[in-house]
């Protein structure tokens, strides 16, 4: 399973981006049987979860620091899921990566090591 990331770039502070993550390779018709999350990490900082969003479209969860500005959604036909992020912070700078797994249960969906595809990442930077 390969994951290609993109839609990041730099806006001011209360701006809009979304990311999209393509998956491609052997998922074929399975991609709805992957939860998919996004994680990020800031300079200086730990990778930190930001949303995830279980097979099917169902169990959409999100970090309290992004809740209510953040919209994740997925479109099994395209292979692909969405990250809308609205009113955007400077501490939203960070590279965002989506990753994937067909195995990942609801206790561990937002730890890191829970799925094993990665994306290559995308920078998003929040600036004046």
């Known amino acids: 399973v390969q994951l290609q990331a993109s839609g990041g770039g730099q806006v001011q502070p209360g701006g809009s981006l979304r990311l999209s993550c393509v998956a491609s390779?052997?998922?074929?018709?399975?991609?709805?049987?992957?939860?998919v999350a996004w994680f990020r990490r800031a300079p200086g900082k730990e990778r930190e979860f930001v949303a995830r969003?279980?097979?099917?479209?169902?169990?959409?969860y999100y970090a309290d620091s992004v809740k209510g500005r953040f919209t994740m959604s997925r479109d099994n036909a395209e292979n692909t899921v969405y990250l809308q992020m609205n009113n955007l912070k400077p501490e939203d700078t960070a590279i965002y990566y989506c990753a994937a797994d067909s195995g990942v249960t609801l206790s561990a969906s937002t730890t890191a090591r829970s799925y094993a595809y990665w994306g290559q990442g995308t920078q998003v930077t929040v600036s004046s």
């Open positions: 390779g052997s998922t074929g018709s399975s991609f709805s049987r992957y939860t």
């Open positions: 969003v279980f097979r099917r479209g169902g169990g959409i």
